[in-house]
C-alpha cells in the first residue's frame, strides 16, 4: 500500500495562502457559514505610532550563484529600522530575520503580516526596538524551501551567511549571535527551524510560526505524480509554471532536496517512477524533515536561549507542530508551544505584533541600558 501523501498533508493549509485574501471571499453582510475560514486578525493601527524607516535593497547570494535553475543570485530585500535609528546614531540594535512562506515572497508577505504597521504597533506598545529583516527566497517553482541545493541554490547559506553579513556590514547591527533571530511563516517556519539547527553560531532564538514539512513525507498520489513525471519527462519547464498549487509545491521540493545535476532541463530526481515511490529518493527527501533531524542536532539547540513553536488550532500543519515541542520536551530543550483560534494564514499579522517581536525584544541581547 503506498505511503500517504505527506506532503499534501504538510501543504494543505497552503492552499488558501493565494490572491484575494488568501481566502475565499465572503458576503460581508451575510452570516458565516459553519466552515468558513476565521476572520482575518488584524491590529488597528496604534495611534501616534512612531513610524519606522523602511529599506529596499538587492543583497548579491554568493550562496546562490551559479545554480541549475537560473535562480538570481541577487535578491530583493526589505530592512525596516526602527523609529530611534535615525536620530541615535551611535546606538546598535539586534536584528530579526523573518522567512516568508511558499508561493510567496517577501513583498507579497507585507501584505498578510502588515508591515510596517505591526512592526510600528509593536514598538509603540512597549516591545524593544530592533532592526527586522525580510528577504526574497522565490524561486523557480515557488520557493526555496530554505535549503542546500545545487539546483535550486544554497538558501540556507545565503540567509545565514550572505544576508546576515550584509546586513552587519551596512546598518548599526550588534553583531553577535545572541543579538540575533530568526523567524517564519509556513515554509519560512520550516526554513527557521531548519536553519536554526545547522546555525547556532549565528543566531540564539527561533520562532516557527505554523512550520511546514516538518515530517518525513511519502510519494505523491498517483495522480499527482503522472502530472509531475510527465511535465519533466517532456522538460517542459512553461508547462511547470501552470501545475496546480500542491503539485507544483512538490516539484519544489524535488528542486530542493533531490537535485541532480544530470538531469536537464529540471536538474532533479522525482520521488517517483511510472508512478511507484522511489524510496532512495524519499529517503532523501526525509533527510531533509526536521522531525527526522532533531536527534543529530541537540546540542545545537541546547545552545539556543529561546526556542518558540505556534500554529492555528484549525490548521492541518498543527500535528507535526505539537510532535516537534513534545521531542523537544522529552529532551529537556526549553521551548514554548502556542496553539491559537485561527487557521493558517488568519492571524500571521496579530502573531507578528503581539506574540513575535516581543518575543525577541524579550530574549534577544540589547545594548546595555537600551
Known amino acids: ?18 490572491p484575494a485574501g488568501r481566502a475565499a471571499r465572503a458576503d460581508a453582510q451575510a452570516a458565516p457559514a459553519p466552515n468558513a475560514p476565521p476572520a482575518p486578525n488584524v491590529p488597528p493601527p496604534v495611534p501616534n505610532a512612531a513610524p519606522v524607516t523602511v529599506e529596499r535593497v538587492a543583497v548579491r547570494g554568493a550562496s546562490l550563484v ?7 543570485p541577487d535578491r530583493g530585500v526589505i530592512v525596516y529600522l526602527p523609529p530611534s535609528y535615525a536620530k541615535s546614531r551611535a546606538r546598535r540594535y539586534p536584528v530579526l530575520y523573518a522567512l516568508h512562506g511558499y508561493s510567496i515572497d517577501h513583498e507579497k508577505w507585507t501584505t498578510e503580516i502588515h508591515t510596517p504597521q505591526t512592526i510600528e504597533g509593536a514598538f509603540a506598545t512597549g516591545t524593544r526596538e530592533m532592526i527586522v529583516v525580510l528577504a526574497d527566497a522565490r524561486t523557480r517553482h515557488n520557493g526555496s524551501m530554505y535549503s542546500t541545493s545545487a539546483t535550486v541554490g544554497d538558501f540556507e547559506g545565503f540567509i545565514a551567511r550572505d544576508l546576515v553579513a550584509y546586513v552587519d556590514a551596512h546598518y548599526r547591527t550588534i553583531a553577535d549571535r545572541r543579538s540575533r533571530g530568526i523567524a517564519g511563516h509556513s515554509m519560512g517556519g520550516y526554513g527557521a527551524v531548519r536553519i536554526a539547527m545547522r546555525h547556532p553560531d549565528v543566531f ?5 510560526m505554523s512550520p511546514c514539512c516538518l515530517s518525513a513525507r511519502g510519494a505523491p ?4 505524480a503522472r502530472k509531475i513525471e510527465a511535465v519533466v519527462a517532456a522538460g517542459d519547464t512553461a508547462a511547470a509554471r501552470s501545475l496546480d498549487f500542491f503539485t507544483r509545491a512538490t516539484l519544489a521540493s524535488a528542486a530542493a532536496w533531490s537535485p541532480n545535476p544530470q538531469a536537464p532541463p529540471f536538474y532533479l530526481d522525482l520521488p517517483t517512477k511510472d508512478g511507484e515511490p522511489r524510496p532512495a529518493v524519499l529517503a532523501r527527501w526525509a533527510a531533509n524533515a526536521p522531525l527526522a533531524m532533531v536527534d543529530q542536532y541537540v ?3 541546547r545552545r539556543y536561549t529561546a526556542i518558540a513553536l505556534d500554529v492555528g488550532d484549525r490548521d492541518g500543519l498543527r500535528t507535526d507542530t505539537a510532535e516537534l515541542h513534545r521531542l523537544l520536551d522529552a529532551y529537556g530543550i526549553a521551548n514554548r508551544f502556542e496553539l491559537y483560534p485561527g487557521d493558517h494564514v488568519s492571524a500571521v499579522a496579530d502573531r507578528m505584533q503581539n506574540h513575535v517581536l516581543p518575543f525577541f525584544a524579550h530574549h534577544l541581547a540589547f545594548e546595555r541600558g537600551r
Open 204 to 208: 540564539s532564538a527561533f520562532y516557527a
Open 299 to 301: 546540542p545545537n539547540l
Open 66 to 72: 551559479g545554480n541549475l535553475e537560473g535562480n538570481a
Open 221 to 224: 498520489a498517483a495522480a499527482m
Open 1 to 18: 500500500m503506498r505511503s500517504p501523501n505527506l506532503l499534501v498533508v504538510g501543504l494543505l493549509a497552503l492552499s488558501a495562502a493565494l
